[in-house]
T-cell receptor, first 112, second 111 residues
């Protein structure tokens, strides 16, 4: 089976812009979670989608949003980018009923 | 709020040495996963432990889940430069299936 894929791998934006990141889960996995990873805070949970519905949400401002499509692919959007949004954004998929998540390679976002 | 504390935060050792990394919490988890992450890449799952007291071995890596399912350890025997990376523990459980991550242990194995 192909693993979790994320596009793009690298992205440079300026403050105030918005960005959309994409994630394709492992075939058959209906749950997709998003995490932000920074050196200071480590991995922080953003949100989880299951069958096109947001099931869990972390403690991030409303500028961070996401959605999931009927084929389980997911997108994450960040509006009005701030310098502090520079991070590695990771997507993970899992099978329903399992705690084990499989991560993609991440999207490295740099905000200038 | 569930928290996972990992120690040590940084570890630099010579090839051939043994080491242990710890992951502790005051909360009970239904499962605990260990991941290894290399720079610029996503975490790669090493093992999942689900039963209190469970011990799993993966070549030179030994993982143990505490009896009370609140803590875990990762022991590496005869470390090699290829073991270099960020080791993350993550606890799962509860109705929301959200994973809680520790901040990781950055291991450097020098040749």
């Amino acid at each position: 089976k192909a693993g979790v894929t994320q596009t793009p791998r690298y992205l440079i934006k300026t403050r105030g812009q918005q960005v959309t990141l994409s994630c394709s889960p492992i075939s058959g996995h209906r749950s997709v979670s998003w995490y932000q990873q920074t050196p200071g805070q480590g991995l922080q949970f953003l949100f989880e989608y299951f069958s096109e519905t947001q099931r869990n949400k972390g403690n991030f401002p409303g500028r961070f949003s996401g959605r999931q499509f009927s084929n389980s692919r997911s997108e994450m959007n960040v509006s009005t980018l701030e310098l502090g949004d520079s991070a590695l954004y990771l997507c993970a998929s899992r099978q329903g009923g399992s705690d084990t998540q499989y991560f993609g390679p991440g999207t490295r976002l740099t905000v200038l | 709020t569930q928290l996972l504390e990992q120690s040590p935060q940084f570890l630099s050792i010579q090839e051939g040495e043994n080491l242990t990394v710890y992951c502790n919490s005051s909360s009970v988890f239904s499962s605990l996963q260990w991941y290894r992450q290399e720079p610029g890449e996503g975490p790669v799952l090493l093992v999942t432990v689900v039963t209190g007291g469970e011990v799993k071995k993966l070549k030179r890596l030994t993982f143990q889940f505490g009896d009370a399912r609140k803590d875990s350890s990762l022991h590496i025997t005869a470390a090699q430069p290829g073991d270099t990376g960020l080791y993350l523990c993550a606890g799962g459980g509860g109705s929301n299936y959200k994973l809680t991550f520790g901040k990781g242990t950055l291991l450097t194995v020098n040749p």
